[in-house]
C-alpha cells in the first residue's frame, strides 16, 4: 500500500505536517516505538508509530529521524496525546531528511492504525503471491517444472512471512524454506496429519510442537495410479502416499482468502509430485521385468542381462555390478475391499529411502512392483572392492530393524484400527542366479513379521531359522505338494466341523509340545486338547510324538 491512501482513510485520523512530494512511498510494515534508536529492529518499508517518550529536548529530533531515513523507513507518524501539538523541531528534522511525517489525532489509537495496515499490507502481499503462484502452476502444468516445491515454499516465506515445509507420509522432509525441521518433529507432524486424515476431520489440521503451532495442508495428487482420480478413490489408497504442507502459523482464524491461497499452493506442488511419480515408471517397469523372470524360473543369464540394464537407470556412473537386496512389503486391509500392492509399493519407495536425506530425488535409485497385496522392492547396493581388486561386499546393506525406526509411529497413525504393514528383507546377493533364493527368503522373513503383534512390523533375514534357508531351493510345485498333503485334511475338516485344528497344531508346536502350556494357551482342558491331537492324528496318519513328524508339520505350515 502507499503513503498517500492512509491520509484517504478518515477513520485514522492522520494530518499531513510534511513529506508531499513522498506519498507514493510504499509501506511494507507497521513498527510502534519510543527508543531512541529503533535501528536494530527496523528492515525498512515501515510506517513508525511512536509516543515521542524517546524526546527529551528539541536536540533529539534530529539525531532520531537521521536513524528512520538511514533505515529507509516508509514515513514516521507521531502522537498527539502526550506533548499535544507535534514540536516544530521534529517537523523540520522530517523535512531536511525527507522523511514523511504525520499527526496522529489524540482520539485514534495506534493499534487501529497497525491493524489497518497489517490488514492492507498482508491483502496486497497475498495477492501479489497468488498471481506469482499462477504463473508458476501454469508453468510447471505446461513444461518442466520450475524449481521444484523449494520454489513456491520461498515465495510463501518472502511475501507472506510463512515458514512451511513439504513432507512425506513418513514424515521425511521433502523440501522447505530455511532450517530443516528436526526429525522427531517431522514424524510427530506426519503422524498427526495421517490421524487427522483417518479419523476424518477437516483441515487444515493443527497441531502445537514444543511451544509452536503447525498447520498441516494435504497435497494430494491429481490421479495417481491405475485408479484414476484421487477424489473417487478409496481415502486408505492415497493417505500413505500423499505428501503434506506444515506451515509454522495457525491457520484457525485464517480468512478465506489466505485459506484458499494455501489450497492453491498445495495444488500447485501436487502437480511436481505427479511429475515425478510418472518419472518412476520406468523403474518400476525394470523391477516388474526382473520380478517376473525370476519368478517364472528363467535363465540366470537372462536375468543378468536385465540387471545390466537396470544397474546404469538405479547407479548412474557405477563401474562394477552391484550386489542386490530384495525386500518384500504387505499392506493388508482388515476387510480386504481393496488392493494393498499399490500402497505397500509407495510405502516402499519411500521407507527405503534414508529419512536424513532430504529431497524427492534420493527414491529415484528405488525400483519397486507390485503383485496382488505385495510389493517387492529390488535395491541396488554399490559394492567395495579392496587394493587388490577383489569384491568386499555390500557397504549399506539394508536392516530391517532400522527401516522402521523413524517411521513406525507415522505409519501406524495412517493405518489405523484396519491396516497393517509387513515386511521381509533379504541378505545381499551379488549375482543372478542368487535373486530367486533372495526373493523366497525376503518372503518368509515377512511372514515371521506378520506373526508379530503390532500395525508395523519388519523382519530380516538373519531371524530365520537354518531350516527355513533351505526352503526357498525346493521346487515350488513339491512344496505345494508336501504342503497340500499334511494340511489340507485338516483345512477340510475344519470347514466342517469349525474344529480349529490348524490353530491347534501351531500353537502345540510352539508350546513344544507341552500339553499344559497349550491348553493353557487355547483355554482349553488338557483332554479337549489330547482330543483335537489325536484328531489331527487321525486325519494326517502322523504322530506328533514323534519328532520327525512334528518338523515335518512345522514346515509345512511355514510354507503355506
Request: charged letters at 25%.
Amino acid at each position: 500500500m502507499r503513503l498517500r491512501a492512509l491520509l484517504e482513510t478518515e477513520a485514522l485520523g492522520l494530518r499531513l505536517l510534511g513529506g508531499e512530494d513522498e506519498l507514493d512511498r510504499t509501506v511494507r510494515g507497521v513498527m510502534t516505538t519510543d527508543l531512541r534508536d529503533p535501528s536494530r529492529y527496523l528492515s525498512g518499508g515501515e510506517l513508525v508509530l511512536t509516543g515521542l517518550a524517546w524526546r527529551r529536548n528539541s536536540a533529539d529530533s534530529e539525531p532520531f529521524v537521521r536513524i528512520l531515513a538511514s533505515a529507509g523507513v516508509a514515513g514516521l507518524a507521531a502522537g498527539e496525546a502526550e506533548l499535544g501539538d507535534i514540536p516544530d523541531d521534529l517537523v523540520s528534522a522530517c523535512v531536511r531528511n525527507r522523511l514523511p511525517l504525520f499527526a496522529v489525532n489524540e482520539d485514534v489509537a495506534f493499534a487501529t492504525i497497525t491493524e489497518y495496515v497489517v490488514r492492507q499490507v498482508s491483502g496486497e502481499r497475498a495477492g501479489d503471491l497468488a498471481a506469482v503462484v499462477d504463473r508458476h502452476r501454469r508453468l510447471m502444468t505446461s513444461g518442466p517444472a520450475g524449481g521444484g516445491p523449494d520454489v513456491v515454499l520461498d515465495l510463501l516465506t518472502t511475501d507472506l512471512d510463512l515458514r512451511a515445509w513439504v513432507l512425506s507420509p513418513t514424515g521425511r522432509q521433502i523440501a522447505g524454506a530455511g532450517e530443516p525441521l528436526a526429525p522427531g518433529i517431522c514424524a510427530a507432524l506426519a503422524s498427526e496429519h495421517l490421524a487427522a486424515v483417518r479419523t476424518g476431520r477437516r483441515g487444515p489440521h493443527r497441531i502445537s510442537i514444543q511451544g509452536i503451532t503447525y498447520s498441516l495442508f494435504p497435497i494430494r495428487g491429481h490421479g495417481r495410479g491405475a485408479g484414476g482420480p484421487a477424489a473417487a478413490r478409496d481415502l486408505r489408497e492415497t493417505v500413505l502416499s500423499d505428501w503434506l504442507l506444515a506451515v509454522e502459523a495457525d491457520a484457525g482464524d485464517w480468512p478465506a482468502e489466505r485459506l484458499d491461497l494455501l489450497q492453491g499452493v498445495t495444488q500447485l506442488i501436487a502437480v511436481e509430485r505427479d511429475r515425478r511419480d510418472a518419472a518412476r515408471t520406468v523403474r518400476r517397469r525394470l523391477a516388474q521385468e526382473v520380478l517376473e523372470l525370476v519368478q517364472t524360473g528363467a535363465p540366470p543369464a537372462e536375468i543378468a542381462a536385465r540387471l545390466r540394464v537396470a544397474a546404469p537407470v538405479l547407479l548412474p556412473g557405477l563401474g562394477a555390478a552391484p550386489h542386490w537386496q530384495v525386500v518384500v512389503a504387505r499392506v493388508d486391509w482388515e476387510n480386504g475391499d481393496i488392493p494393498g500392492g499399490p500402497v505397500a509399493q509407495s510405502l516402499l519407495e519411500e521407507i527405503l529411502v534414508d529419512p536424513s536425506v532430504s529431497g524427492p530425488e534420493p527414491s529415484d535409485r528405488i525400483a519397486v512392483a507390485h503383485t496382488g497385496d505385495e510389493a517387492i522392492a529390488l535395491v541396488p547396493l554399490p559394492s567395495l572392492s579392496g587394493d587388490a581388486g577383489e569384491d568386499k561386499g555390500p557397504d549399506s546393506a539394508l536392516h530391517a530393524d532400522e527401516l522402521l525406526a523413524t517411521v513406525r509411529d507415522p505409519l501406524a497413525a495412517g493405518l489405523a484400527d484396519d491396516g497393517r504393514l509387513t515386511l521381509g528383507v533379504s541378505a545381499a546377493v551379488h549375482s543372478a542366479e542368487g535373486l530367486r533364493g533372495a526373493l523366497e527368503e525376503a518372503r518368509h522373513a515377512r511372514r515371521v513379521a506378520a506373526a508379530r503383534p503390532g500395525r508395523v512390523c519388519a523382519a530380516g533375514h538373519h531371524e530365520l531359522a537354518s531350516h527355513v534357508l533351505l526352503l526357498p531351493f525346493v521346487p515350488d510345485d513339491v512344496r505345494r505338494a508336501f504342503t497340500a498333503r499334511l494340511l489340507d485334511p485338516l483345512r477340510d475338516y475344519d470347514r466342517r466341523h469349525r474344529a480349529e485344528l490348524i490353530p491347534t497344531l501351531e500353537a502345540f508346536l510352539d508350546c513344544d509340545g507341552s500339553w499344559t502350556r497349550c491348553a493353557t494357551r487355547l483355554h482349553l482342558h488338557v483332554n479337549t486338547l489330547r482330543y483335537r491331537v489325536g484328531r489331527i492324528e487321525q486325519l494326517t496318519a502322523r504322530d506328533l510324538s514323534r519328532l520327525e513328524d512334528k518338523l515335518d508339520f512345522f514346515l509345512a505350515l511355514r510354507m503355506s
